[in-house]
């Protein structure tokens, strides 16, 4: 992940940029100009997905045995959450590095038990899973033939193992529950010698040589990269979401490098422009057509990278503070890291459920990332947070699948979605401690609106509605407030 340093805030040169403040980064990103699919197919799935509105996304690898960011401690950049703090000697870089790909050989998660994770996802109510079948390490989590450094390798503990190709296995439990299946994969690969080639040291997380200046090399990595996708595309059953990560990995017009870089310049006070602008063409529109070969209507999701292969836009531990004008998805830790922390803490139900709420009520889907351990089991509180979702979308998930945003998203402590039938639905959200409830809840409807019936999704109660100056008026009777502070929202139907 850790996508917050390079969103797009050049349009007509589709430049990434890292040293901005990453708040007006997010906005920026935001209020990018959406390019539209013409593909029939993927625009019907696109549609499709949009009404699934809750996922979840896992990442892991042999980075989880030391409980560390995933990948990015082999970035030669100064960033303070990926510090390198483990091995024998991580003030020595090359060593820091062996000792990392090392991790390889100790890797095996022999409680791995992929038909637990995809019951516990469903019955949170989560409709697809996007699993990491390769990070920036370049570690595959997938049976590839195009490298060694994989789980199935024969020097990996876990290879012996009946369930070794680990992104096969998710992938079959996960359709088998009917959920979609998404693959993450990283563009950059810090491992394959085509892109840091380990004649020089890296020296950000970019290709480590010039790729114009050695085109041979460059093709070298870019079949690699090809190759590896269409794997995932041919022999890992239906693929509905690729997802594609390190958006640095993509075609910058030569022309605008120099301008960008002078700007840098002069816009930074110790004159060092801290990331490279490189042009790392893969030839995506080229892949892309490839890949929908192999799986018609496939959404491509290609994060940060301004053009017509980002299908959807990804806001990154976030929660826009507006709805969007395209399909989006916030992807949020559910806990300590994207990867597995030792320890760590996860929010609440009662959080969950308000940020999947507002999210959905702005028109966004929520993808949940939870971090398997190095045996390959999650957390209890991973489960206990999911149960906690799951109790609330049983009764409430009306409110949630097929809607849209509909304007006012939010007042007072009340999200709206709506949908195609007319339906709208008030999502009331209860706080932490809170004790009373108002008797009325006004509803800012257009005038002229036919007056609307209510009733209670939790109980099926009908609730008397009438016409007001603000819109309608809707009642909430006495008895049933203390059922309600007793959730963490409540949903009212109105038709």
Known sequence: MKTKHYYSILWCLCLLVY?????????????ERYVEETDPLVLKKLEQWQDLKFGLLMHWGTYSQWGIVESWSLCPEEYGWCQRTKGSNPQDYFTYKKEYEDLRKTFNPTQFDPNKW???????????????????????????KYTDYKIT???????????????????????DEGLWTGAYFSKPDWNVPSYWDPYYPPRDRNVNYEPEANPEKWKEYVDFTHNQILELMTDYGKVDILWLDGGWVAKTPKSAITSWYDQQLLNNENGYLKHRIINQDINMDQLVAKARTKQPGLIVVDRAVHGKNQNYLTPENRVPEKPLPYPWESCIIAGGSWSYSFDAKYMTGREAIHMLVDIVAKGGNLLLNIAPSPEGTWDEGAYQLLNEIGQWMKINDDAIYGTRSMAPYKFDQICVTS??????????????????????????????TKKMRAKLLQSRTRLQTKKSEKGLSIQIPDKLKPSLLKTPAFVIQLN
């Open 118 to 144: 995809a019951k516990a996802a469903k019955e949170a109510g989560m409709k697809y899973v996007v699993f990491t079948t390769k990070h920036h390490d370049g570690f595959s989590m997938f049976d590839s």
């Open 19 to 31: 040293s901005i403040p990453s708040s007006y980064a997010q906005a920026v990103y935001e209020d």
């Open 419 to 448: 949908k195609p039938d007319g339906s709208i639905y008030l999502i009331y959200l209860v706080g932490e401690g809170q004790q009373t409830l108002p008797s009325t809840i006004e509803f800012p409807m257009a005038s002229g």
């Open 153 to 175: 390798a024969a020097d990996v503990p876990f290879s012996s193992h009946p369930k070794a190709n680990i992104t096969k296995e998710i992938f079959d439990s996960f359709r």
